[in-house]
């Protein structure tokens, strides 16, 4: 695990700006790994983003690698990331979050399941081909480092090189995600995400609010209402067009979540709670996958350190975001979302000025299941694990998938290692070494099943 | 302003438990202070504070100091604090808050108008009589720091002592509040603050959004549910009970208030608003002093950084505050604010679970503007500044003048000597070198005619 703890310890976080750094290390650390291996790598400059105060930031370089060029074999592209989300051991972190630490067998880090260790498991998976000189399929890598945010810029990169770095691949394979139970299994669907910048602003500073408390229309509260407009306390959304723009529920959709395997009560336990927003396998497995929801983040501006403040915050932003889903579209999403808060807050009347921004917009993506790419997988599981896999789709957004598809126009397999109860996102992210090991093995016995695939079913 | 300098420059937050051994040094400071002035000193020790994990700290000692002992004298005791709101430089000051900065006459840093410049300015005043070796009366300090987080345990310390350090005190003095305009002014009353604490806590650790969201009830949202329902977007207050314990506006004060010199443009102006909760003097004075307000002052535990973060938090924690005003009960504003919440919570049928905590419990103060110690302070303003002082009230809150009045039983003025635009508890607080100076002058002045009271009078 010593090139695992190596890259978990980059602290390689694309939201903070000030991570850059890193970040720009950790993809060099990337590249680096793939050259001693004797790949065709290069680092993909993907230009700069524009920060949110006018201020512009180098973009972490994409790492492309080549390994064979035999163009009698297929040729597959795996696609994974290096960046993560934030995390702090305040935040609630047994251990060091950059430390990566083995504990009764599973292996603690900020990253180490979202997406590093699998990332690290194809490679390995190549390195054993390598070994025995028989590597059944070419392999080539993307990885890039701005996915937690959106992967800003390799949209364009992937279009620039559709004929280029691109043409040969077959298939794309992407691993950022995770088993729904004990159960491996592979991913056929994933939600987008449209994350959303609510600015309320009034007064020119923060002000006493004992000295001005009562004379001030607070931002605060402004924010607060508007929020409290977005989803009902049955997890109903609020905002006009949105629940209207989802495809209904079909019944061999009702019909396969049914079949599938997925524990409520384990399920409510793993999270800690006594009760869910359903309480039946198919409308919990349909909410989780298949229909859109609202999340508030928090908001950034007020007080929100531990103690007391007697403050009235001058600017605060809230941050929420709304999973995508077929047939919902992030640009009528963000005109309907924008619409929808301007007029709530028309009717409060306030002084205070109101800045509705989308600052992620990410559509959801969906797999043909019968698809050789799939039947491939399913054998590689079986051999690997001695099961059928489930086939599941994932709540969470690898927007990458949906650009694979329209840009690309080739099949993707999303075929995930990572256990049930990683904690991605949160404290305390794991990966298990069950996991990354046998996660391994499943990656070599998929590309050889890949290899097994007649060339014309392209 | 080197004495100021250096006391600026300690960075005693008292609401942050990190920062409690600088908060000791800056007690440890004052006292110095006072010592090699030649003042009979002591450095109190008032215990401990308990924390909401149910830790223990030790309060900073309360500094009490003694100056003359003349029983035919009247005898003073001037009260002040030393602590300091929390600030950052990245919360938007133009200069380091712990490094007092001299700009155009304006002396910028945290605490330098709340409270430190005027209890050095009170400290100067004595300087100056000594020098001549002629106090007039002789001069108690109170000196805490713990006023920003409620004056914890100073209460138990002033009821400890009313038979000994406080037995022979006539009059209390203090200068924790603000000019209303360029007119100097004398503070009759000051508002009440219950600070509230509203947790709620669902999932065992934060989550996914997009992995688990749709299938579980978010705290945040529920808090945003709850936190809706305080106020209205007039700014009514919503929990019942509290706007009808409010004594109504009284003719006379309606009156008062007319004369008063306060121009609606130029605090619109200085706020940086188009438009305030009110468009006429006396409500807005009305609001400021003497009803009740709601002020969210942020949410702990959610994401409050910069940049985007797809997360359910699981703890989030509101802080709101009410000002209190005559005849308003902290005790009973407890009681219906927790039961309000609960109530509104239990109709959204929530599993997560809510904790109300009321961690300041602060009662407002009311002075007769017609006593010897007022009528002696518009003689001092009149001498000084050549006009006589406006009578106002302060939005804020110095709990401890209820406790003086309470348990010393004695007469108190408050007499600010702070900018209406020092900009307390927010961005690039300042002391201007005017109201320094003059403050000290003032308070020359003020000694003297205290002195001149009628014995019989008290």
């Known amino acids: 695990y010593k090139t695992l703890r190596e890259w978990v310890a980059v602290e390689s976080d694309s939201s903070n700006v000030l991570k850059r750094p890193d970040l720009h290390r950790m993809?060099?650390?990337?590249?680096?790994?793939l050259r001693l291996m004797g790949g065709t790598v290069e680092l993909v400059d993907i230009g700069e983003q524009e920060l949110?105060?006018?201020?512009?930031?180098?973009?972490?370089?994409?790492?492309?690698?080549?390994?064979?060029?035999?163009?009698?074999?297929?040729?597959?592209?795996v696609y994974g990331h290096v960046d993560v989300q934030p995390a702090k051991l305040e935040d609630g972190w047994a251990t060091d979050p950059?430390?990566?630490?083995?504990?009764?067998?599973?292996?603690?880090?900020?990253?180490?399941?979202?997406?590093?260790?699998?990332?690290l498991a194809w490679i390995h998976a190549v390195e054993a081909y390598q070994a025995l000189n028989m590597l059944p399929v070419n392999v080539k890598f993307v990885i890039e480092g701005m996915e937690e945010t959106g992967s800003n810029g390799l949209d364009a990169m992937i279009l620039a090189q559709r004929d280029t770095f691109f043409s040969d691949v077959d298939y794309i394979i992407i691993s950022d995600c995770s088993w729904l139970s004990r159960r491996p299994a592979l991913t056929y669907g994933t939600r987008g995400n449209c994350y959303f910048f609510a600015e309320v602003e009034g007064p020119k500073q923060d002000l006493h609010s004992g000295v001005y408390g009562g004379t001030v229309i607070e931002p605060m509260t402004d924010l607060i209402g508007i929020l409290d407009t977005l989803i009902s306390p049955s997890g109903k959304i609020l905002i006009p067009g949105i629940r209207e723009a989802v495809a209904p529920l079909s019944d061999e959709e009702w019909k396969m979540y049914q079949d599938i395997q997925f524990d409520i009560d384990s399920y409510k336990n793993k999270i800690g709670v006594s009760q869910l927003m359903y309480n039946n396998k198919v409308d919990l497995l349909a909410h989780m996958w298949r229909y859109p929801t609202v999340s508030i983040h928090g908001i950034e501006g007020a007080f929100s350190d531990p103690g007391t403040k007697t403050v009235i915050p001058a600017k605060v932003t809230a941050k929420f975001s709304i999973r995508q889903v077929p047939n919902?579209?992030?640009?009528?999403?963000?005109?309907?979302?924008?619409?929808?808060?301007h007029s709530v807050f028309a009717k409060r009347k306030s002084p205070n000025t109101l800045k509705v921004t989308m600052v992620i917009g990410a559509k959801p993506w969906l797999a043909d299941t019968q698809h050789p790419l799939y039947e491939a997988g399913k054998a590689a599981v079986k051999r690997v694990f001695g099961m059928d896999?489930?086939?599941?789709?994932e709540g969470g957004t690898i927007p990458i998938a949906r650009t694979f598809q329209d840009v690309i126009?080739?099949?993707?397999?999303?075929?995930?290692?990572?256990g049930f109860d990683?904690?991605?996102?949160?404290?305390?992210?794991?990966?298990?070494?069950?996991?990354?090991?046998?996660?391994?093995?499943l990656?070599?016995?998929?590309?050889?099943?890949v290899s097994l695939i007649k060339k014309t079913t392209v």
């Open 422 to 441: 990683d904690g991605l996102h949160s404290q305390n992210e794991k990966m298990s070494r069950y996991n990354y090991i046998e996660g391994t093995k």
């Open 52 to 77: 949110p105060d006018g201020q512009t930031l180098a973009l972490p370089k994409v790492v492309t690698a080549q390994f064979g060029n035999d163009s009698s074999k297929h040729t597959v592209c």
């Open 409 to 418: 126009e080739k099949s993707i397999i999303m075929m995930p290692i990572g």
């Open 98 to 119: 950059y430390n990566l630490t083995d504990i009764n067998g599973n292996l603690y880090g900020r990253g180490a399941s979202d997406n590093k260790a699998p990332v």
């Open 389 to 393: 896999p489930d086939l599941i789709r």
């Open 328 to 341: 919902m579209d992030p640009a009528m999403v963000k005109k309907q979302v924008t619409d929808y808060l």
């Open 27 to 33: 993809m060099e650390m990337a590249a680096q790994k």
């Open 443 to 449: 990656f070599i016995a998929y590309l050889n099943e």
